[in-house]
């Protein structure tokens, strides 16, 4: 008798257990998806446009999945073929390896300076870095283009890496983070020996091992979509970058259709992409740290 | 197994001037401890030892080298900091290796050092952990340990157990003793808690508003402190101090009176002719097992006093008294328990008593 009156309370127990979303988790879930579908819907329009039959225009009958490997291959080799894609991957990615090297060097080791030793003039120097945070792209491309012009470097590698190795956010971001090792943790390391080189090789730099990665992700993300200064410096096929290649497909009289160009962007987009599912981790980290330090 | 020698030497920052005139000499091997209260320029002293801080006047000799345009990368000389400042990213092996590693020593030889000083410090099993994986205790043993593996000429040391609860720092305190022992290396060490101070030093420095108060063993600055404040500083309960005025003076002894007490008690010291004059003021100092409570009248002098409290500790009785000029003075009892009520005699003897003149210099019978 008294398990008939249990076991329905026993029932209910047991499905409470397998715990209905609340409303508040079901409209967080939508949210997630609907930005999700956002975000990936273009990557997923480009993708089954550019492994579409060839000849068949999208706009009039529009897919929404790949129909045709062979031809979204035989686009990718077009386009490979016919604008020196190839080439302009290699200065792209050159361009963004170097100035990501050159600016987590440079920064760092300036930051190192500024953090966390005294010097004439620290102070008034850095202001002047930091104010210049605050000049606006348009006034400073004219001068930087005659300075590199006088220096014989337009249409150069060096032309187009150099000016953007002197980052004044890099050396903010650094000089912020180098600030919270303790000074006794370099003193330390003094008396046990070192150097100032080494002080800076052996302890600062790898304890600041997480906002030299943020940095590079940062400085990955502007360098490889940098298109202004590209556009000025670089004259020449040799030094193309993917992002002018494309800019040549955008051209109003281009005779390309459609589907070609977007084979263009879908290639330009692929190294991006990459870099971020392998570093993903450290994204997420770093955005979550450089939001957090300003 | 280096001596060293401080001759002179003042730091000041800007115009301030923190230490004045130290002059110190260190023998080789000794254990010398640097005590005093806080901001009285003991850290400072050490960091010019050390290198790292630059000596603004003065001489400093290292075996006999003078050593104030020397590096601190250059000096030999190890520290063990107060916040033990390991390298986080580095294990504990790897900490105590990096000055080997610097120096560019073989591998195998990098690891035997740090071998044979992971076993001296009982660190074996956590040679391949990083600093966030340790206790307290453990870092700063890690921390001794990078300084041994350098062999250093001088181990210097800040205020290094201040961050370990008491039942740590009395078994670190008697690992340090062993440690020097058997490496028989000079060290200096700072505190600023006299007990760690006397059961560690052979020679003690009390430092005080950047000068050097006094120089000796730990029981020669006890039993003989050459002004009032090494006689407040080394023991504890501090010592007490009692105003008084010279009334009385002849060939042999000198009468003080205690003029605000009640009653004005009279004491009668041996003094040497001349040393104090009629009407100067001084202050008496009685060290607590000096100064006993009596119910009567006793001893050669007795000042009547109110118990204002007591502790007892079992082994130990501290009574601590009011006196009608409401001094509080300590007084300690080895022997049983209070139940003496409540009023009575703060007693003591003259041989047990300091005179200090009123610029605090200790007068000497
Ligand atoms: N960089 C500096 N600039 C100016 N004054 C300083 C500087 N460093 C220390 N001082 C001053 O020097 C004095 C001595 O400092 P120090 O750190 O040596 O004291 P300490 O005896 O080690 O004290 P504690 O026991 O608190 O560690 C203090 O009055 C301090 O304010
Ligand atoms: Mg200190």
Redesign the pocket.
């Known amino acids: 008798m008294t398990d008939a009156i249990a076991s329905p309370s026993a029932l209910a127990s047991n499905r409470r257990k397998i715990k209905v979303p609340s409303l508040w988790t079901v409209l967080k879930w939508i949210a997630a998806i609907s930005v999700a579908v956002v975000a990936l819907f273009p990557l997923w329009w480009m993708f089954s446009v550019v492994f579409a039959e060839a000849g068949v225009p999208v706009a009039v009958n529009p897919r929404l999945y790949p129909t045709s490997f062979t031809d979204g291959f035989a686009k990718i080799w077009e386009v490979f073929e016919e604008t020196g894609y190839l080439r302009a991957y290699y200065v792209s990615i050159m361009y963004t390896i170097l100035t990501i090297a050159g600016v987590l060097l440079i920064s760092s080791m300036a930051a190192f300076e500024f953090a966390l030793f005294d010097f004439p003039g620290k102070n008034a120097l850095f202001a002047v870095v930091m104010l210049s945070l605050m000049v606006p792209l348009a006034v400073t491309l004219i001068p930087t283009y005659l300075l590199v012009a006088q220096l014989g470097w337009v249409n150069t590698m060096q032309g187009l890496v150099v000016p953007g190795l002197a980052s004044a956010f890099g050396l903010f971001m650094m000089t912020q983070f180098m600030q919270s090792i303790p000074k006794e943790t370099l003193e330390a390391g003094r008396l046990e020996g070192a150097n100032h080189f080494q002080l800076y090789w052996y302890i600062a730099l790898p304890l600041s091992k997480n906002a030299l990665i943020t940095l590079a992700i940062l400085t990955f993300m502007k360098t490889w979509g940098n298109f202004i200064w590209p556009l000025v410096v670089s004259n020449t096929r040799e030094v193309y970058t993917v992002s002018q290649v494309i800019n040549q497909f955008n051209s109003p009289f281009s005779h390309t259709t459609v589907d070609v160009v977007m084979t263009a962007n879908f290639l330009a987009a692929i190294p991006p992409i990459l870099f971020f599912v392998f570093f993903q981790r450290w994204i997420i980290e770093g955005v979550q740290m450089s939001g957090s330090k300003g | 197994m280096s001596d060293l020698q401080i001759k002179d030497a003042v730091k000041s ?2 115009n ?1 001037d ?1 230490l004045h005139n130290i002059n110190l000499d260190i023998e080789s091997g000794e254990f010398v401890v640097l005590v ?10 050490l ?1 010019m030892i050390s290198g790292l801080e630059d000596i603004s006047g003065g001489e400093m000799f290292i075996d006999g080298e003078l050593v104030n345009d020397v590096d601190a990368a250059k000096r030999g000389i190890a520290m063990v900091f107060q916040s033990y400042a390991l390298f986080p990213h580095m294990t504990v092996a790897e900490n105590m290796g990096f000055s080997l590693k610097l120096a560019k020593a073989h591998k195998s030889e990098i690891n035997e050092k740090v071998r044979r000083a992971a076993e001296i410090l009982q660190l074996e099993k956590l040679l391949e952990r990083k600093p966030s994986q340790l206790s307290g205790g453990q870092k700063q043993r890690v921390a001794i340990g990078r300084a041994i593996v350098r062999n250093p000429k001088v181990f210097l040391f ?2 290094p157990l201040s961050n370990l609860d008491a039942e740590l720092r009395i078994e670190m305190r008697a690992e340090l003793i062993q440690l020097h022992k058997q490496l028989k290396t000079t060290m200096i060490y ?1 505190t ?1 808690d006299q007990v760690e101070a006397m059961t560690l030093a052979d020679k003690m420095v009390v ?1 005080e508003g ?1 000068q050097v108060q006094q120089v000796g063993k730990p029981l020669e600055l006890y039993d003989d402190p050459s002004n009032m404040f090494v006689a407040g500083f080394v023991g504890t309960p501090r010592m007490n101090f009692l105003p008084a005025e010279v009334v009385d003076v002849s060939n042999t002894t000198s009468t003080l009176r205690f003029a605000a007490e009640n009653g004005a008690p009279e004491v009668v010291l041996p003094m040497t002719d001349g040393k104090l004059a009629i009407g100067s003021k001084v202050s008496v100092g009685i060290r607590p097992d000096h100064l006993h409570f009596s119910p009567a009248q006793s001893g050669d002098l007795a000042i009547p006093i109110d118990v204002a409290f007591v502790e007892e500790l079992g082994d130990l009785t501290y009574v601590y008294v009011d006196t009608k000029a409401g001094t509080r003075l300590s007084s300690q009892k080895k022997d049983g328990r209070h139940n003496h009520g409540t009023t009575g005699y703060a007693v003591a003897d003259t041989t047990s008593m300091f005179i200090f003149d009123a610029d605090g210099h200790r007068v000497r019978a």
């Open positions: 920052y800007g301030v923190v005093g209260p806080s901001g009285c320029g003991k850290s400072t002293l960091r800040d205020e700072v600023h430092l950047g």
